[in-house]
Protein backbone atom coordinates (compact mmCIF):
# COMPACT_ATOMS: atom_id res chain seq x y z
CA UNK A 1 0.00 0.00 0.00
CA UNK A 2 1.50 3.45 -1.01
CA UNK A 3 1.46 5.32 2.38
CA UNK A 4 2.77 9.02 2.48
CA UNK A 5 3.40 10.58 6.44
CA UNK A 6 4.27 14.17 6.70
CA UNK A 7 5.28 15.61 9.92
CA UNK A 8 7.47 18.34 11.34
CA UNK A 9 4.25 20.91 11.12
CA UNK A 10 3.67 23.37 13.87
CA UNK A 11 3.16 27.24 15.33
CA UNK A 12 5.95 29.25 14.44
CA UNK A 13 6.35 33.18 14.83
CA UNK A 14 6.29 35.47 11.10
CA UNK A 15 9.97 35.26 9.70
CA UNK A 16 10.45 32.24 11.61
CA UNK A 17 11.78 28.91 9.37
CA UNK A 18 10.20 25.43 9.74
CA UNK A 19 11.36 21.78 7.60
CA UNK A 20 8.67 19.36 7.23
CA UNK A 21 9.10 15.63 6.24
CA UNK A 22 7.39 13.04 4.00
CA UNK A 23 7.84 9.86 4.42
CA UNK A 24 7.43 7.09 1.78
CA UNK A 25 6.03 4.08 1.46
CA UNK A 26 4.63 1.06 -0.65
CA UNK A 27 6.39 2.03 -3.81
CA UNK A 28 9.77 2.74 -5.59
CA UNK A 29 10.04 7.02 -4.25
CA UNK A 30 13.21 6.87 -6.70
CA UNK A 31 10.81 6.94 -9.77
CA UNK A 32 8.76 9.49 -8.86
CA UNK A 33 8.39 13.30 -9.23
CA UNK A 34 7.15 14.73 -5.63
CA UNK A 35 5.36 17.39 -4.96
CA UNK A 36 3.68 19.29 -1.93
CA UNK A 37 0.59 20.71 -2.28
CA UNK A 38 -1.01 23.27 0.43
CA UNK A 39 -4.55 24.21 1.77
CA UNK A 40 -5.59 27.25 3.97
CA UNK A 41 -8.37 26.61 6.35
CA UNK A 42 -11.73 27.07 4.59
CA UNK A 43 -9.68 27.32 0.95
CA UNK A 44 -9.15 24.99 -1.87
CA UNK A 45 -5.51 23.49 -2.61
CA UNK A 46 -2.73 25.15 -3.74
CA UNK A 47 0.27 24.20 -4.98
CA UNK A 48 3.50 24.87 -3.92
CA UNK A 49 6.46 22.72 -5.26
CA UNK A 50 7.56 20.14 -7.27
CA UNK A 51 10.95 18.08 -7.32
CA UNK A 52 11.87 15.81 -10.00
CA UNK A 53 13.68 12.65 -10.05
CA UNK A 54 17.67 11.56 -10.32
CA UNK A 55 17.02 10.81 -14.17
CA UNK A 56 15.99 14.82 -13.76
CA UNK A 57 18.51 16.39 -11.79
CA UNK A 58 16.31 16.87 -8.98
CA UNK A 59 15.22 19.82 -10.75
CA UNK A 60 12.06 22.37 -8.82
CA UNK A 61 9.71 23.93 -9.53
CA UNK A 62 7.89 26.66 -7.46
CA UNK A 63 4.79 28.66 -6.91
CA UNK A 64 5.57 32.49 -7.07
CA UNK A 65 4.55 32.91 -3.77
CA UNK A 66 6.89 30.83 -1.92
CA UNK A 67 9.73 31.35 -4.47
CA UNK A 68 13.15 32.34 -3.17
CA UNK A 69 11.63 31.33 0.66
CA UNK A 70 10.67 27.09 0.25
CA UNK A 71 12.85 25.05 -0.77
CA UNK A 72 12.34 21.27 -1.72
CA UNK A 73 14.41 18.63 -2.02
CA UNK A 74 14.73 14.68 -1.29
CA UNK A 75 16.71 11.62 0.13
CA UNK A 76 15.99 8.79 -2.06
CA UNK A 77 18.35 6.30 0.32
CA UNK A 78 15.48 7.10 2.96
CA UNK A 79 12.47 7.27 0.83
CA UNK A 80 12.22 10.98 2.12
CA UNK A 81 10.40 14.49 0.65
CA UNK A 82 11.69 17.86 2.44
CA UNK A 83 10.35 21.34 2.47
CA UNK A 84 12.09 24.14 4.12
CA UNK A 85 10.17 26.96 4.54
CA UNK A 86 11.96 30.00 5.29
CA UNK A 87 10.48 33.80 6.03
CA UNK A 88 7.14 32.80 6.84
CA UNK A 89 4.64 34.85 6.59
CA UNK A 90 0.77 34.74 8.17
CA UNK A 91 -0.45 33.60 4.48
CA UNK A 92 1.94 30.77 4.43
CA UNK A 93 -0.65 28.82 6.99
CA UNK A 94 -2.27 26.06 5.88
CA UNK A 95 -2.41 21.82 6.15
CA UNK A 96 0.70 20.98 3.87
CA UNK A 97 0.48 17.76 1.87
CA UNK A 98 2.64 15.89 -0.18
CA UNK A 99 2.02 14.08 -2.57
CA UNK A 100 3.24 11.56 -5.61
CA UNK A 101 3.27 12.15 -9.40
CA UNK A 102 4.51 9.82 -12.19
CA UNK A 103 7.29 11.33 -14.69
CA UNK A 104 4.84 12.34 -17.29
CA UNK A 105 2.25 14.57 -17.82
CA UNK A 106 -0.76 12.55 -17.31
CA UNK A 107 -0.47 10.53 -13.19
CA UNK A 108 -0.27 14.06 -10.78
CA UNK A 109 -1.00 14.10 -7.12
CA UNK A 110 -2.60 10.88 -6.29
CA UNK A 111 -2.07 9.81 -3.20
CA UNK A 112 -1.92 12.45 -1.06
CA UNK A 113 -0.52 12.30 2.43
CA UNK A 114 -2.50 12.94 5.60
CA UNK A 115 -0.72 16.55 5.86
CA UNK A 116 0.74 18.47 9.00
CA UNK A 117 -0.66 21.71 9.66
CA UNK A 118 1.62 25.20 9.66
CA UNK A 119 0.39 27.75 11.51
CA UNK A 120 2.29 31.17 11.29
CA UNK A 121 0.96 34.21 14.12
CA UNK A 122 2.96 35.93 16.57
CA UNK B 1 -1.23 31.02 -15.14
CA UNK B 2 -4.14 29.59 -16.70
CA UNK B 3 -7.43 29.83 -14.21
CA UNK B 4 -9.84 27.76 -13.42
CA UNK B 5 -13.39 28.23 -13.25
CA UNK B 6 -15.74 25.97 -11.91
CA UNK B 7 -19.81 26.32 -11.65
CA UNK B 8 -21.19 26.02 -9.46
CA UNK B 9 -19.65 26.83 -6.34
CA UNK B 10 -22.02 25.24 -4.52
CA UNK B 11 -25.33 23.17 -5.14
CA UNK B 12 -28.01 20.77 -3.27
CA UNK B 13 -29.00 17.99 -4.31
CA UNK B 14 -30.98 14.84 -3.19
CA UNK B 15 -29.80 11.69 -2.67
CA UNK B 16 -30.68 9.59 -6.05
CA UNK B 17 -29.81 13.24 -8.16
CA UNK B 18 -27.63 13.16 -11.10
CA UNK B 19 -25.12 15.80 -10.37
CA UNK B 20 -23.29 17.85 -12.96
CA UNK B 21 -19.90 20.23 -12.33
CA UNK B 22 -18.55 22.27 -14.66
CA UNK B 23 -14.63 23.38 -14.70
CA UNK B 24 -13.36 25.75 -17.29
CA UNK B 25 -10.13 26.86 -17.94
CA UNK B 26 -8.80 30.52 -18.96
CA UNK B 27 -6.62 28.37 -21.69
CA UNK B 28 -6.28 25.20 -23.86
CA UNK B 29 -5.27 22.13 -21.36
CA UNK B 30 -4.64 19.47 -23.71
CA UNK B 31 -6.88 17.66 -21.52
CA UNK B 32 -4.48 17.57 -18.38
CA UNK B 33 -7.57 17.89 -16.31
CA UNK B 34 -8.02 16.02 -13.12
CA UNK B 35 -10.94 15.72 -10.65
CA UNK B 36 -11.22 15.39 -7.02
CA UNK B 37 -12.92 14.77 -4.43
CA UNK B 38 -12.35 16.40 -0.45
CA UNK B 39 -15.06 14.74 2.25
CA UNK B 40 -14.91 16.97 5.28
CA UNK B 41 -12.19 17.04 7.58
CA UNK B 42 -10.52 14.24 5.30
CA UNK B 43 -7.76 14.34 2.59
CA UNK B 44 -8.12 14.88 -1.19
CA UNK B 45 -8.71 11.66 -3.42
CA UNK B 46 -8.40 12.26 -7.30
CA UNK B 47 -11.16 10.79 -8.74
CA UNK B 48 -10.88 11.27 -12.97
CA UNK B 49 -7.55 12.00 -14.68
CA UNK B 50 -7.14 13.53 -18.23
CA UNK B 51 -10.44 14.43 -18.38
CA UNK B 52 -12.11 11.11 -18.72
CA UNK B 53 -10.35 7.71 -17.01
CA UNK B 54 -11.95 6.92 -14.02
CA UNK B 55 -9.16 5.95 -10.94
CA UNK B 56 -8.75 2.49 -10.10
CA UNK B 57 -11.84 1.84 -7.03
CA UNK B 58 -13.93 4.82 -7.93
CA UNK B 59 -17.07 4.22 -8.33
CA UNK B 60 -18.64 3.54 -11.61
CA UNK B 61 -21.29 5.96 -11.23
CA UNK B 62 -18.54 9.52 -11.30
CA UNK B 63 -17.62 10.26 -15.11
CA UNK B 64 -16.00 12.97 -16.85
CA UNK B 65 -15.86 14.57 -19.86
CA UNK B 66 -15.08 17.80 -22.13
CA UNK B 67 -11.59 18.76 -24.17
CA UNK B 68 -9.74 21.81 -24.65
CA UNK B 69 -11.10 24.46 -22.47
CA UNK B 70 -14.80 23.02 -21.08
CA UNK B 71 -14.57 19.85 -18.97
CA UNK B 72 -17.61 18.34 -16.97
CA UNK B 73 -17.56 15.78 -13.65
CA UNK B 74 -20.66 13.99 -13.66
CA UNK B 75 -22.27 11.91 -10.60
CA UNK B 76 -24.98 9.84 -12.22
CA UNK B 77 -26.74 8.66 -9.35
CA UNK B 78 -25.69 11.08 -5.66
CA UNK B 79 -25.30 9.18 -3.23
CA UNK B 80 -24.82 10.23 0.59
CA UNK B 81 -21.35 9.49 0.92
CA UNK B 82 -20.85 12.11 -2.15
CA UNK B 83 -21.71 15.04 -0.41
CA UNK B 84 -18.19 16.32 -0.62
CA UNK B 85 -16.50 19.60 -2.08
CA UNK B 86 -14.94 18.69 -5.47
CA UNK B 87 -12.19 20.06 -7.28
CA UNK B 88 -10.53 20.36 -11.03
CA UNK B 89 -6.77 20.80 -11.22
CA UNK B 90 -5.02 21.41 -14.48
CA UNK B 91 -1.48 20.44 -15.11
CA UNK B 92 -0.84 21.37 -18.92
CA UNK B 93 1.69 23.65 -17.60
CA UNK B 94 3.42 25.52 -14.38
CA UNK B 95 1.82 26.24 -12.12
CA UNK B 96 -0.54 24.01 -11.84
CA UNK B 97 -3.95 24.88 -10.90
CA UNK B 98 -6.68 24.66 -8.75
CA UNK B 99 -10.60 25.38 -9.29
CA UNK B 100 -11.89 26.99 -6.33
CA UNK B 101 -14.05 24.20 -5.39
CA UNK B 102 -18.32 22.76 -6.12
CA UNK B 103 -19.48 21.74 -2.39
CA UNK B 104 -22.33 19.75 -2.74
CA UNK B 105 -24.52 19.42 0.19
CA UNK B 106 -27.64 17.77 1.32
CA UNK B 107 -30.70 19.05 0.08
Same mark, same amino acid.
Given at each position: EVQLVESGGG $????GGSLRLSCAASGFTFSDHYMDWVRQAPGKGPEWVGRIRDKAN?? &? &????? /?? =? *??? %?ISRDDSKNS???QMN /? $? =???? %??? !? !?? &?? /? /? %?? #??? #???? #??? *?????? +? +? | DIQMTQSPSAMSASVGDRVTITCRASQGINNYLDWFQQRP? =??? =????YSASTLQSGVPSRFSGSGSGTEFTLTISSLQPEDFATYYCLQHNSYPPTFGQGTKVEIK
Open positions: $LVQPSY &T &TEYAA /SV =K *GRF %TLYL /S $L =KAED %TAV !Y !YC &TR /S /S %TG #WFD #WFDP #WGQ *GTLVTV +S +S | G =KVP =KRLI
